[in-house]
């Protein structure tokens, strides 16, 4: 090691070799999702033409060579030289960061970049990129190759009657080394929420390597949208409540529609963007929502005086906030909190006033959203309650852990673990397998309560609902604190079958709605228990996980052996040894770690799974319960 520190240790980076360097920096992560946040940020390009209001088309294509095409029939990229750079504009906008249209509020009044890097970042993440762009009645061709360091000069390929931009490009395998496959369940929900926000925009999707294709277009936007959520459940009021106005600049739409069940589902978007962790435009919308029903209600001769909050008119709605701004301003560089002022004073006077009119002009929906307003008000005294009832008991008995946990020595977090098991039999095995000094079991007996079927108060007076959250010891909803968590590690483990999926799926709906930073911060796995054991006298002992683990064990080692195999029913049918040996010893196990990648697309999962709608249950277990990595959320 060297004590020298001089001008010839400063490293710079020039051009795109920057992204290269850090690339995580520029799209997150080099794994699966930064790989399909190169799609984003080339298909937000083209968003981008149709929120100007010059494109009406998008495709996308992943070829059977894993590149990804792009075309959209916007105006085409500039292709003339830039004045700064003294390249072509289309060379810039690939080849130099923080170069585009996004900066110049002239060209997109609004847009989803925030950075203006996608395009050069996709270019310098990629094999090679070809940018083909149709305007002037001529067709220029553009190629980028070794993380577009390399370019070709520009040229014309031929003539076109229309406008447009056709991008291909292959990400480079050097950076993305986990994968490079691109999932077309992904991208299709993506293209979906784009299609549902942007009213008209038509979005195609083809796979020419399966030889599948989808198209969305939606004339009714977000009302569309509002309606697909709310498909599988009962709705209160039939009509959609929707408004689209533009207050200082800010563009506002919002769709509102109250449902049977006792979850919020708000969904906020800026310039297309998620909003995972809302902000200043739903703080308005919260703050409107409010005042207006609380206006109503004190106008009707029996209700004056009451008042609800917002945790009363929560219960049931389902909402979407679109907002177009200028100059969207967000907290971290996730985009995902928006703290525009002005777009929480848009947001709630539009609403404020364009609610309250539909509730005057809707006295049937409004007499049913106020019944169910005044059910949830009572429902939340009656939770708080039990939810009280429930913290005094674990402060008087904070040392007096469920009598069903079998606890472990360790209270280091870090290394402790909590195993949820299915059965009183496979939890008398994993008690006496386990490793004592950190891992601790807990038997859950029958099925777990469905959260998403009833009320609150119901939920705080389940048994096995207070044993697991006595267990964890970090309480529930805004009480919960993820810094007491007892454990670093919560593991769902049941039965390799239908009803052991069941029960995943019950614990884990149970975790997203009461203790959803559990889920969003890495700390529930799945564990995986063996389906067969193949032997062959004392010394030949493996197991299977799957069907085709199976075939590849008898026609390999097994092949000229005479070898048992003993299907494994249930965790029940395992001994504590085969248990610790398959499924708990940390140097030999499989377990899934649960990740909420997609906010939306998670609730639309659980509200889905576990509503009303016994057949959509019933597919999704009997499809999964063999292939637990299926539930990997």
């Given at each position: 090691?060297?004590?020298?520190?001089?001008?010839?240790?400063?490293?710079?980076?020039?051009?795109?070799?920057?992204?290269?360097?850090?690339?995580?920096?520029?799209?997150?992560?080099?794994?699966?999702?930064?790989?399909?946040?190169?799609?984003?940020?080339?298909?937000?390009?083209?968003?981008?033409?149709?929120?100007?209001?010059?494109?009406?088309?998008?495709?996308?294509?992943?070829?059977?060579?894993?590149?990804?095409?792009?075309?959209?029939?916007?105006?085409?990229?500039?292709?003339?030289?830039?004045?700064?750079?003294?390249?072509?504009?289309?060379?810039?906008?690939?080849?130099?960061?923080?170069?585009?249209?996004?900066?110049?509020?002239?060209?997109?009044?609004?847009?989803?970049?925030?950075?203006?890097?996608?395009?050069?970042?996709?270019?310098?993440?990629?094999?090679?990129?070809?940018?083909?762009?149709?305007?002037?009645?001529?067709?220029?061709?553009?190629?980028?190759?070794?993380?577009?360091?390399?370019?070709?000069?520009?040229?014309?390929?031929?003539?076109?009657?229309?406008?447009?931009?056709?991008?291909?490009?292959?990400?480079?395998?050097?950076?993305?080394?986990?994968?490079?496959?691109?999932?077309?369940?992904?991208?299709?929900?993506?293209?979906?929420?784009?299609?549902?926000?942007?009213?008209?925009?038509?979005?195609?999707?083809?796979?020419?390597?399966?030889?599948?294709?989808?198209?969305?277009?939606?004339?009714?936007?977000?009302?569309?949208?509002?309606?697909?959520?709310?498909?599988?459940?009962?709705?209160?009021?039939?009509?959609?409540?929707?408004?689209?106005?533009?207050?200082?600049?800010?563009?506002?739409?919002?769709?509102?529609?109250?449902?049977?069940?006792?979850?919020?589902?708000?969904?906020?978007?800026?310039?297309?963007?998620?909003?995972?962790?809302?902000?200043?435009?739903?703080?308005?919308?919260?703050?409107?929502?409010?005042?207006?029903?609380?206006?109503?209600?004190?106008?009707?001769?029996?209700?004056?005086?009451?008042?609800?909050?917002?945790?009363?008119?929560?219960?049931?709605?389902?909402?979407?906030?679109?907002?177009?701004?200028?100059?969207?301003?967000?907290?971290?560089?996730?985009?995902?909190?928006?703290?525009?002022?002005?777009?929480?004073?848009?947001?709630?006077?539009?609403?404020?006033?364009?609610?309250?009119e539909y509730l005057l002009k809707n006295p049937e929906?409004?007499?049913?959203?106020?019944?169910?307003?005044?059910?949830?008000?009572?429902?939340?005294?009656?939770?708080?309650?039990?939810?009280?009832?429930?913290?005094?008991?674990?402060?008087?008995?904070?040392?007096?852990?469920?009598?069903?946990?079998?606890?472990?020595?360790?209270?280091?977090?870090?290394?402790?673990?909590?195993?949820?098991?299915?059965?009183?039999?496979?939890?008398?095995?994993?008690?006496?397998?386990?490793?004592?000094?950190?891992?601790?079991?807990?038997?859950?007996?029958?099925?777990?309560?469905?959260?998403?079927?009833?009320?609150?108060?119901?939920?705080?007076?389940?048994?096995?609902?207070?044993?697991?959250?006595?267990?964890?010891?970090?309480?529930?909803?805004?009480?919960?604190?993820?810094?007491?968590?007892?454990?670093?590690?919560?593991?769902?483990?049941?039965?390799?079958?239908?009803?052991?999926?069941?029960?995943?799926?019950?614990?884990?709906?149970?975790?997203?709605?009461?203790?959803?930073?559990?889920?969003?911060?890495?700390?529930?796995?799945?564990?995986?228990?063996?389906?067969?054991?193949?032997?062959?006298?004392?010394?030949?002992?493996?197991?299977?996980?799957?069907?085709a683990e199976l075939d590849g064990l008898k026609n390999?080692?097994?092949?000229?052996?005479?070898?048992?195999?003993?299907?494994?029913?249930?965790?029940?049918?395992?001994?504590?040894?085969?248990?610790?040996?398959?499924?708990?010893?940390?140097?030999?196990?499989?377990?899934?770690?649960?990740?909420?990648?997609?906010?939306?697309?998670?609730?639309?999962?659980?509200?889905?799974?576990?509503?009303?709608?016994?057949?959509?249950?019933?597919?999704?277990?009997?499809?999964?319960?063999?292939?637990?990595?299926?539930?990997?959320?």
């Open positions: 090691m060297t004590n020298k520190y001089g001008a010839d240790q400063i490293q710079v980076l020039e051009g795109l070799e920057a992204v290269r360097k850090r690339p995580g920096m520029y799209i997150g992560n080099v794994g699966k999702n930064g790989l399909h946040h190169l799609v984003w940020e080339i298909v937000d390009n083209s968003v981008d033409e149709a929120l100007a209001g010059f494109c009406d088309e998008i495709s996308i294509i992943i070829t059977d060579k894993n590149e990804i095409i792009v075309k959209d029939n916007g105006r085409g990229i500039p292709i003339d030289i830039h004045p700064k750079t003294k390249k072509t504009t289309l060379e810039t906008i690939f080849t130099v960061l923080h170069a585009g249209g996004k900066f110049d509020e002239n060209t997109y009044k609004v847009s989803g970049g925030l950075h203006g890097v996608g395009a050069s970042v996709v270019n310098a993440l990629s094999t090679y990129v070809e940018a083909i762009v149709l305007r002037d009645q001529k067709m220029y061709k553009q190629t980028f190759s070794e993380g577009g360091t390399k370019s070709s000069e520009i040229e014309i390929i031929g003539t076109s009657e229309t406008n447009g931009t056709i991008i291909k490009f292959k990400p480079d395998p050097i950076i993305f080394k986990e994968t490079t496959e691109f999932d077309f369940k992904v991208i299709q929900t993506k293209i979906k929420q784009l299609a549902f926000l942007n009213k008209g925009l038509k979005i195609n999707l083809f796979d020419q390597r399966f030889e599948k294709q989808v198209s969305y277009c939606f004339d009714n936007g977000i009302k569309d949208y509002i309606r697909e959520i709310n498909s599988s459940k009962e709705r209160i009021n039939e009509d959609i409540f929707y408004v689209s106005d533009t207050l200082n600049k800010v563009g506002v739409e919002i769709a509102i529609q109250y449902n049977e069940t006792y979850d919020e589902s708000i969904f906020s978007f800026c310039n297309n963007i998620f909003t995972s962790e809302g902000g200043s435009h739903e703080e308005g919308f919260k703050l409107a929502i409010v005042k207006s029903i609380n206006s109503y209600v004190n106008s009707l001769k029996n209700f004056k005086g009451n008042k609800f909050i917002f945790d009363d008119i929560k219960e049931g709605i389902c909402a979407v906030i679109s907002i177009r701004h200028i100059d969207p301003l967000y907290e971290g560089q996730t985009k995902a909190k928006l703290s525009n002022v002005d777009a929480k004073e848009a947001v709630s006077q539009i609403l404020m006033d364009s609610f309250t929906d409004a007499k049913q959203i106020v019944e169910k307003v005044l059910l949830s008000q009572k429902a939340r005294k009656a939770a708080q309650r039990a939810r009280e009832d429930t913290r005094r008991k674990t402060a008087i008995d904070s040392f007096s852990l469920p009598g069903k946990l079998a606890d472990c020595e360790s209270k280091n977090s870090d290394e402790a673990e909590l195993y949820l098991v299915e059965g009183d039999s496979a939890g008398g095995s994993a008690k006496i397998g386990r490793n004592r000094k950190t891992q601790a079991i807990l038997s859950l007996r029958g099925k777990v309560l469905n959260v998403e079927k009833v009320k609150q108060a119901k939920v705080f007076e389940n048994k096995e609902i207070q044993s697991i959250i006595a267990a964890i010891g970090a309480g529930v909803k805004k009480d919960f604190n993820v810094k007491k968590i007892r454990y670093g590690k919560i593991v769902i483990m049941t039965d390799a079958d239908v009803d052991g999926a069941h029960i995943r799926i019950l614990l884990l709906t149970f975790f997203y709605r009461y203790m959803k930073d559990l889920i969003t911060n890495g700390y529930v796995y799945i564990a995986q228990p063996p389906l067969y054991k193949i032997e062959s006298g004392k010394n030949n002992i493996d197991y299977a996980y799957s069907d390999g080692k097994y092949k000229d052996l005479k070898y048992v195999i003993q299907r494994y029913k249930g965790l029940g049918e395992m001994d504590a040894v085969q248990l610790w040996e398959t499924t708990m010893d940390p140097s030999k196990r499989t377990m899934i770690q649960i990740k909420v990648e997609d906010a939306f697309m998670a609730n639309e999962v659980f509200s889905s799974l576990m509503g009303e709608n016994p057949e959509l249950r019933r597919d999704f277990i009997t499809e999964n319960a063999q292939f637990v990595e299926n539930i990997d959320f």
